[in-house]
């Protein structure tokens, strides 16, 4: 009996080494999740964006406050003003009313605006002119429990041609194409000239009519000779 107890229980681990596997193996799918979920969620820095009518909306949250902020209008353009405001709420603990800063640079330019926010009302409010079109950052900073960097990014479109001018564009360029579609239309009714009337057969018919009256002078030329011998005589 004593002997098949020992070969039943030569094949099995001891109590320590199957709790060790066990946790070997927890903590290697704990460690699994966790890579999956940091490869899957957007970096904790980043604020969303999100497009609604002609607002830009701005959210950030992790397990202490909460950035939220609009942008009108959603599409800047260059030189044109747009409004941004901020507002930051605590999950837990006193509410946030220290200054925000805001840095704005066109996207791989070293030029940059910064400013420094103060809170009115419950919300930060701004206004931002672009100088040129292109992709901008956005960067918040606050200091809450410890310091908060929260980066987005913000498309502006180039300033559109005056009014004016456009429609002195569309008129200049209706007026070329009818100038070119009547040119067009003449030279088809003209058709092809005929020879006769052609500036070249006229010239070569010149040369012709002023050779006919020399004939005459070689001809009494010829017989002049012919009289004087004949009175010679």
Known sequence: MECARGRHLRGQRPPRQR???RNSVGALIA??????ALAVTPGADQLRLERRGDVLELRWADAEERLQGTLHPALPREGEPALLSLHVGAFQGAEFT??????????DSPAQVTKTLTRDGVNWHTELTFDEPGLYELEVRYQNTHLKVLTG??????????QGLSW??????SGTALVWGVRGAIRRLKGPTSPASTPDSAEA??????????APTGSSDSTAPAADAASNR
């Open 168 to 173: 002195g564009l569309l008129v200049l360029a």
């Open 205 to 214: 018919q010149a040369p012709a009519t002023s050779a006919e009256p020399t």
């Open 19 to 21: 709790w060790l596997a």
């Open 31 to 36: 460690c699994l999740l966790a890579t999956g």
């Open 153 to 162: 990014y913000v498309t502006v479109a180039s300033q559109p041609l005056p």
């Open 98 to 107: 220290g200054p925000l800063t805001l840095t704005v640079h066109l996207k």
